[in-house]
């Protein structure tokens, strides 16, 4: 993948990645940082500067809520919830990209 | 809206937060690295530059927050304020360049505004009109009873036309003798200027009547002063002189008179006493100052038609008695008491919008080259995907930012300067009350200010928008470099065009103080001392000026009916010579005044011919007048005048008794400039005291500084005659530095602008050559290294500065031409195309131009090639 195509490409799937992660429970910005890297360490890494403009777009939209508390290492941190309205979004993200995903394996299949 | 103002009050938390929550991932990463077996140092470097620059990181996240306008607004200013304080230079130079402009456009206006703008403080201040006499050489004269009884009975234009004249009196009442102003007013005068007296009434028609108690009004100051403002002092009886005169009202506090400055009414006038306006004599003394109210819809045009048929039927009525050439002239009350300062006024105003033009000018110029120095930034910006709106606005917000700060700092100059002018306002102005710094005028230079910075503070960006982003990128310093140089170039030659049009008018008012400064007024003021005493009897007079004379350190001692130069009210009547023609007679006026011998020695004056009075021309021996050597040259041309009869107005019953006489010539003085260091206004006619008893000056010819001179003059007085008051002490210097008031204020005003609006001049073409040189290093590098030397490299400079400089002298100099005639009413002695003047100014600009130039072009003589090189 070209550099370029490759940020495009990362700019649509950050925010569901984001938002998947949150998914399982209130998580603070270095925490999702630290998962992303574990879950994409082949395929891509995120830059750890688009991280935190994304958590605040994304929470300016209503899909994440902030919260502080004490962390595991007993220090207050920012922790990120999904509101139900970036429940829903997530929902309806994880479908169009399941049907995309179908989609281009049908065509890849094809071709094969 | 609640929650937007509550975000941006917490915006401080918010950012807290922000700091709190990078602050947190940053030491998270590092601990984790250390825990992996990383040295703490290179764990949180490395961490570091994981996250990037956080400064960076922090404005993407406030970005990526929804855009509301307050918050956004405010995010600008703060990232404005940020890149403002990253270089102090250019902030320093271009708030003060701002504040200079806005500040000394403000402290004009303010002047302007009040005096030139603002109605008088009268009620229906705008229907207000002077009614001035022309009797043959005298065309803003008084009027006498007969012809204001003949206005008032014609008039339909007019509601009303009432007149004043102010003398001085002895204040009533216990206490000190004290000396004020008195006015006689016609009853319906006062009503015209003040819309309700503090107390009492004023006068009415019924004061008129021939067997009505005498009432006074009274002002304030005198009611506060002399009768500790006894509520119930309405109806009370008071003692003047001989007579008891009834207290019928008291005038309010901030009541004063704004009159033209020849018409000898004072801003403040104590006592007032009623006068009837009897018709019955043609040929009575001109003396009552009229101000009329026109009828509303009425207009001083109209008014005027109406006066000139009106003066027709007053000529008529004297048929061959009267003045052929009595006209009547009607002006705004407004304009007239303006008339001298106005051009002053409007010719400092113009020359102060010069002065914001050039830092305007300055401001364009520095911003241009920071902009342009900043493409490379925002086309970074852009390539990262901040929109140009955002950019725009951005940079739109920083030079608004600049604007406003340039604004706050006008405001303490805008002070500053203010107190200053109103410290230097000649006596013209004196009357003005309220020249306050005017916000309306420091709104609109601050627009004016903002408008300035922001507009071309984007223009490079705007005309870089049309050119290809990597385009800009690579090119950032030359392709939208080369624009800004046009522009640059432009502002310079405006610049230098608009100082050399103040430096050629502020060179002829300059000249023209000079020229007053040197002027021979007639007399001598240095080291006399003069004060006022009223109406005195001779023999008390005669008595008083031996006493003073025979103090230590004094030379003479003489007294005068009116000093030189001095305000009080004139006296001046009609004059003719044996066998003049019927109508030659009442035709043409000379200035009165009443003198005791000793008078011209006293004050320097000239001798020219004959004697000087003695103490026995006295009126029962022949009446004698001294002429000066005006009348004498314009009466008997070629012809002794000594022994030559006039007749003349005299009043040798009592004060203001006048009838008229015919007098001796005795003696021919040199002409003393009585109203202007600068005019030849009325020749003069001498009268001896006996003859015409009045109000008068004594003047003192000391041989230095006397000490307590000031009060050894009043125990002089007092041991004559304790009930006679000494006011108005001083050096006659005073009254001429007075009479210089005016030339000094614009000459000293114009200077300052002149130098304020050079220095910009100065700086702007300071930072643009700076600039240049500054673009230009890797050329002058490589110039030097194929073997260019110092003088060739400083050559090179200095052409391409003069380059804008010769065309803006050019323009100057044609602006100049055009505009410097405006001035030729205030000049004295010097005409508005004066050679020497232009000359010198086109000298000065460039002396300014190639000092503004030096620095730069010096500097780039130190460009050292192979560092040039290096960064080209």
């Given at each position: 993948m070209m550099d370029k195509d490759k940020k495009e490409f990362l700019k649509g799937t950050l925010d569901m990645l984001i938002l998947k992660i949150v998914a399982f429970g209130p998580i603070h910005g270095y925490a999702i940082s630290q998962r992303m890297k574990e879950i994409s360490k082949d395929f891509f890494q995120v830059h750890q500067g688009s991280l935190y403009p994304a958590l605040h777009r994304l929470e300016d939209r209503g899909w994440l809520e902030p919260e502080w508390k004490e962390s595991e290492t007993g220090r207050e941190a920012k922790f990120y919830k999904l509101t139900r309205k970036g429940r829903k979004q997530l929902g309806n993200e994880m479908e169009s990209w399941a049907r995309m995903s179908d989609a281009v394996k049908t065509i890849l299949g094809a071709v094969e | 809206m609640m929650r937007r103002l509550r975000r941006l009050f917490h915006k401080q938390t918010a950012e807290k937060q922000l700091d709190a929550e990078l602050r947190?991932?940053?030491?998270?990463?590092?601990?984790?690295?250390?825990?992996?077996?990383?040295?703490?140092?290179?764990?949180?470097?490395?961490?570091?530059?994981?996250?990037?620059?956080?400064?960076?990181?922090?404005?993407?996240?406030?970005?990526?927050?929804?855009?509301?306008?307050?918050?956004?607004?405010?995010?600008?200013?703060?990232?404005?304020?940020?890149?403002?304080?990253?270089?102090?230079?250019?902030?320093?130079?271009?708030?003060?360049?701002?504040?200079?402009?806005?500040?000394?456009?403000?402290?004009?206006?303010?002047?302007?505004?009040?005096?030139?703008?603002?109605?008088?403080?009268?009620?229906?201040?705008?229907?207000?009109?002077?009614?001035?006499?022309?009797?043959?050489?005298?065309?803003?004269?008084?009027?006498?009873?007969?012809?204001?009884?003949?206005?008032?009975?014609?008039?339909?234009?007019?509601?009303?036309?009432?007149?004043?004249?102010?003398?001085?009196?002895?204040?009533?009442?216990?206490?000190?003798?004290?000396?004020?102003?008195?006015?006689?007013?016609?009853?319906?005068?006062?009503?015209?200027?003040?819309?309700?007296?503090?107390?009492?009434?004023?006068?009415?028609?019924?004061?008129?009547?021939?067997?009505?108690?005498?009432?006074?009004?009274?002002?304030?100051?005198?009611?506060a002063r002399r009768f500790g403002s006894d509520p119930s002092i309405i109806g009370k009886s008071i003692r003047i002189g001989a007579n008891s005169a009834v207290i019928l009202g008291v005038t309010p506090k901030d009541f004063k008179f704004i009159f033209p400055s020849d018409a000898s009414v004072p801003a403040n006038v104590d006592l007032f006493y009623p006068v009837s306006v009897d018709g019955s004599d043609p040929n009575g003394p001109g003396y009552l100052h009229l101000i009329g109210r026109l009828r509303p819809g009425s207009n001083t045009a109209r008014a005027q038609a109406e006066a000139d048929?009106?003066?027709?039927?007053?000529?008529?009525?004297?048929?061959?008695?009267?003045?052929?050439?009595?006209?009547?002239?009607?002006?705004?009350?407004?304009?007239?008491?303006?008339?001298?300062?106005?051009?002053?006024?409007?010719?400092?105003?113009?020359?102060?919008?010069?002065?914001?033009?050039?830092?305007?000018?300055?401001?364009?110029?520095?911003?241009?080259?920071?902009?342009?120095?900043?493409?490379?930034?925002?086309?970074?910006?852009?390539?990262?995907?901040?929109?140009?709106?955002?950019?725009?606005?951005?940079?739109?917000?920083?030079?608004?930012?600049?604007?406003?700060?340039?604004?706050?700092?006008?405001?303490?100059?805008?002070?500053?300067?203010?107190?200053?002018?109103?410290?230097?306002?000649?006596?013209?102005?004196?009357?003005?009350?309220?020249?306050?710094?005017?916000?309306?005028?420091?709104?609109?230079?601050?627009?004016?200010?903002?408008?300035?910075?922001?507009?071309?503070?984007?223009?490079?960006?705007?005309?870089?928008?049309?050119?290809?982003?990597?385009?800009?990128?690579?090119?950032?310093?030359?392709?939208?470099?080369?624009?800004?140089?046009?522009?640059?170039?432009?502002?310079?030659?405006?610049?230098?065009?608009?100082?050399f049009v103040l430096l050629v008018g502020t060179g002829l008012l300059m000249r023209t103080f000079v020229n007053v400064l040197r002027v021979d007024p007639g007399f001598r003021a240095e080291n006399v001392f003069s004060f006022q005493i009223p109406s005195p009897k001779y023999e008390m007079l005669h008595q008083l000026l031996e006493n003073l004379a025979a103090l230590p350190g004094v030379r003479s001692a003489a007294a005068v009916s009116h000093l030189p130069l001095d305000?009080?009210?004139?006296?001046?009547?009609?004059?003719?010579?044996?066998?003049?023609?019927?109508?030659?007679?009442?035709?043409?006026?000379?200035?009165?005044?009443?003198?005791?011998?000793?008078?011209?020695?006293?004050?320097?004056?000239?001798?020219?011919?004959?004697?000087?009075?003695?103490?026995?021309?006295?009126?029962?021996?022949?009446?004698?007048?001294?002429?000066?050597?005006?009348?004498?040259?314009?009466?008997?041309?070629?012809?002794?005048?000594?022994?030559?009869?006039?007749?003349?107005?005299?009043?040798?019953?009592?004060?203001?008794?006048?009838?008229?006489?015919?007098?001796?010539?005795?003696?021919?003085?040199?002409?003393?400039?009585?109203?202007?260091?600068?005019?030849?206004?009325?020749?003069?006619?001498?009268?001896?005291?006996?003859?015409?008893?009045?109000?008068?000056?004594?003047?003192?010819?000391?041989?230095?500084?006397?000490?307590?001179?000031?009060?050894?003059?009043?125990?002089?007085?007092?041991?004559?005659?304790?009930?006679?008051?000494?006011?108005?002490?001083?050096p006659l210097s005073d009254t001429v530095a007075r009479a210089r008031s005016q030339s000094r204020f614009a000459s000293l005003l114009a200077a300052s602008l002149t130098a304020i609006a050079l220095l910009l001049a100065c700086v702007g073409i300071y930072g643009v050559l700076s600039y240049s040189v500054a673009q230009r290093t890797g050329e002058i590098g490589i110039r030097m290294a194929i073997g260019a030397r110092g003088a060739d490299i400083m050559k090179m400079v200095f052409g391409s500065s003069f380059r804008p400089i010769l065309p803006g002298l050019i323009s100057g100099f044609l602006l100049s031409v055009a505009l410097t005639p405006l001035l030729s009413d205030m000049l004295f002695g010097i005409k508005p195309n004066d050679f020497t003047n232009y000359a010198e100014n086109v000298v000065a600009i460039l002396i300014v131009s190639a000092i503004a130039s030096y620095l730069p072009a010096r500097r780039a003589t130190r460009v050292d090639p192979l560092v040039a090189l290096r960064h080209w």
């Open positions: - | 947190y991932h940053v030491e998270g990463q590092t601990a984790d690295y250390v825990a992996r077996g990383m040295s703490a140092e290179e764990a949180r470097r490395r961490a570091r530059m994981e996250i990037g620059e956080i400064e960076d990181v922090k404005q993407e996240c406030r970005e990526a927050r929804s855009m509301h306008f307050l918050e956004d607004l405010m995010q600008d200013v703060r990232y404005g304020a940020r890149m403002l304080r990253r270089s102090p230079g250019f902030l320093a130079v271009a708030v003060l360049t701002l504040a200079v402009g806005i500040g000394a456009n403000t402290a004009i206006f303010s002047v302007v505004n009040a005096v030139l703008l603002r109605p008088l403080p009268y009620p229906d201040a705008d229907r207000l009109a002077i009614v001035l006499v022309g009797v043959g050489n005298a065309t803003r004269a008084p009027a006498s009873q007969f012809q204001l009884f003949q206005i008032r009975q014609r008039t339909k234009e007019f509601e009303q036309v009432g007149g004043i004249w102010v003398t001085n009196g002895v204040i009533p009442g216990d206490g000190e003798p004290e000396q004020v102003k008195v006015g006689f007013v016609t009853t319906n005068f006062l009503p015209l200027l003040c819309a309700r007296p503090e107390l009492g009434r004023f006068f009415g028609a019924e004061d008129e009547a021939p067997n009505a108690p005498w009432g006074v009004v009274i002002s304030h100051g005198v009611w048929s009106i003066s027709e039927q007053i000529r008529s009525l004297r048929g061959s008695s009267g003045a052929s050439n009595f006209r009547l002239y009607i002006f705004p009350f407004q304009n007239d008491v303006v008339r001298e300062v106005r051009r002053t006024l409007l010719l400092l105003f113009g020359g102060v919008g010069f002065v914001l033009l050039i830092s305007c000018a300055n401001v364009a110029n520095l911003l241009l080259a920071r902009a342009t120095g900043r493409l490379r930034e925002t086309t970074v910006r852009t390539a990262l995907g901040a929109s140009r709106g955002r950019l725009v606005r951005q940079l739109l917000t920083e030079n608004a930012l600049l604007g406003c700060i340039g604004g706050v700092a006008a405001l303490g100059i805008g002070w500053a300067a203010l107190r200053a002018i109103l410290a230097a306002r000649p006596a013209s102005l004196a009357n003005f009350s309220g020249v306050n710094l005017d916000f309306k005028v420091l709104a609109f230079t601050f627009a004016v200010a903002i408008l300035t910075s922001a507009l071309f503070g984007i223009a490079p960006i705007v005309a870089s928008s049309r050119l290809d982003l990597t385009q800009s990128l690579k090119e950032a310093g030359s392709t939208a470099g080369r624009t800004g140089r046009a522009w640059n170039k432009l502002l310079v030659a405006a610049e230098v065009a608009l100082g305000s009080t009210a004139n006296w001046y009547d009609h004059y003719w010579k044996e066998g003049a023609k019927p109508e030659e007679q009442n035709s043409v006026m000379a200035d009165h005044r009443s003198i005791l011998p000793g008078y011209f020695r006293t004050i320097g004056a000239t001798l020219l011919e004959g004697r000087d009075f003695t103490e026995s021309d006295d009126a029962a021996h022949q009446h004698v007048i001294i002429i000066d050597d005006v009348l004498a040259q314009e009466l008997w041309p070629g012809e002794d005048s000594i022994g030559k009869k006039l007749n003349v107005s005299d009043s040798p019953s009592g004060p203001y008794q006048f009838q008229r006489d015919w007098a001796v010539v005795v003696g021919v003085v040199k002409h003393i400039q009585c109203h202007s260091l600068t005019l030849m206004v009325r020749p003069q006619i001498y009268v001896p005291f006996q003859l015409a008893p009045r109000p008068m000056s004594v003047l003192i010819h000391t041989t230095g500084i006397v000490p307590n001179l000031a009060t050894s003059v009043r125990a002089q007085v007092v041991l004559l005659d304790k009930t006679i008051p000494v006011s108005n002490v001083g």
